[in-house]
């Protein structure tokens, strides 16, 4: 149990393309979401909370027009890169908290598989 | 402020060994403490929790844990190290306060090998 899918798996694309990432969760429903960026050989950096029918919230630093969130169901959240570039390029990875209260916060993050983006 | 700190980039042990990867938090308020595994270009995947309760907690693949309050830590053992152990692993801690909506604060990470 606890299957949390995340597509594609991999995306290579021009500069300047958009590209949506979809995560979902299988078989649970999860009102937050969760969206992380890994650079090789360092630890996971949340770039933004997503909650079911309102808007991400996200953490400092983190351009909201570059890296769209909606989350749109209670099992599924997209990140959209929007316009990427070669800075942009890095593994993404989503995870989804079973529960559809927000207060549920002792549940375990269940994560996808991870995207990795590389723009040429 | 919550934080996480693990002691060691890198652990490298031989199979059969005791694994060991310590970790320490900081944080003001009763933790959630929770260890997860990395395997190359996938995503992590629960190890183990610790909520409230038992400090002794036990996890999938003959991981362990314990919650030591005083000592602010939630080492992650294992008795003997296997082959596929074989990993990066991250400590991770939450707390049950509303406005943060169950972030997990993740420590940097521990490379482990296992030498035959």
């Known amino acids: 149990g606890a299957v949390v899918s995340q597509h594609p798996s991999w995306v290579i694309c021009k500069s300047g393309t958009s590209v949506k990432i979809e995560c979902r969760s299988l078989?649970?429903?999860?009102?937050?979401m969760f969206w992380y960026r890994q650079f090789p050989k360092q630890s996971l950096m949340l770039m933004a909370t997503?909650?079911?029918?309102?808007?991400?919230?996200?953490e400092q630093g983190v351009e909201k027009d570059k890296f769209l969130i909606n989350h749109a169901s209670l099992t599924l959240s997209t990140l959209t890169v929007t316009s990427a570039h070669p800075e942009d390029s890095s593994f993404y990875i989503c995870?989804?908290?079973?529960?559809?209260?927000?207060?549920?916060?002792?549940?375990?993050?269940?994560f996808g598989d991870g995207t990795r983006l590389s723009i040429l | 402020a919550q934080s996480v700190t693990q002691l060691g980039s890198h652990v490298s042990v031989s199979e059969g060994a005791l694994v060991l990867l310590r970790c320490n938090y900081s944080?003001?308020?009763?933790?959630?403490l929770f260890w997860y595994v990395q395997y190359p270009n996938q995503g992590l995947q629960l190890l183990l929790k610790?909520?409230?309760?038992?400090?002794l907690v036990k996890g999938i693949n003959g991981f362990e844990a314990e919650f030591k309050k005083s000592e602010t830590s939630f080492h992650l053992t294992k008795p003997s190290a296997h082959m596929s152990d074989a990993a990066e692993y991250f400590c991770?801690?939450?707390?049950?306060?509303?406005?943060?909506?169950?972030?997990?604060?993740f420590g940097q990470g521990t490379e482990l090998s296992v030498k035959p």
């Open positions: 995870s989804a908290r079973p529960g559809q209260s927000i207060w549920i916060s002792n549940q375990p993050q269940h």
């Open positions: 991770a801690v939450s707390h049950m306060i509303y406005n943060q909506g169950g972030k997990l604060i």
């Open positions: 078989d649970f429903q999860a009102t937050t």
């Open positions: 997503s909650n079911e029918g309102s808007k991400a919230t996200y």
């Open positions: 610790y909520t409230t309760g038992a400090t």
């Open positions: 944080s003001s308020v009763p933790p959630y």
